[in-house]
């Protein structure tokens, strides 16, 4: 029961993350290497598969094999995240204390994307 439910949550964040490479804000990798983790522990057919997918096994690879990711991922991301705070910020979000909630979090998810080390070689 356990392994499907891992089968199910890894494919549930693999969604995720194939919507984010077209979803200006949402991120990819993070749902990509939770996928991983996911099938990593319950479906070494599927682990492999997705090592090897033509869009998404060279990120995971990379963070699998060398704990970093590259300086065009990062800048991407940070970027991306960014634009879309301050578009809801200012567009879409009447509340200052939401606001500031939100802009808290951003600011704390692009710190966390700064801890993680930068790889050398770009992918």
């Known amino acids: 029961m356990i392994r499907i439910t891992l089968i199910i949550l890894g494919t549930f964040f693999l969604a995720l993350g194939a ?9 990819t990798t993070p749902f990509l290497l939770l ?7 319950s479906s070494e057919r599927l682990y492999s598969w997705l090592l090897n997918h033509r ?16 300086l065009r991922a990062k800048v991407i991301s940070i970027g991306t995240m960014w634009a879309m705070i301050l ?37």
């Open 19 to 27: 919507v984010g490479v077209v979803v200006p804000g949402l991120p």
């Open 35 to 41: 996928a991983a983790a996911l099938y990593f522990r």
């Open 55 to 70: 869009l998404f096994g060279k990120a995971i690879r990379n963070f699998r094999d060398t704990k970093s990711i590259s």
């Open 87 to 123: 578009l809801s910020i200012f567009l879409f979000i009447p509340n200052t204390a939401l606001r500031l909630t939100i802009a808290a979090l951003g600011v704390i998810g692009t710190i966390m994307l700064l801890l993680i080390r930068t790889s050398k070689s770009s992918p």
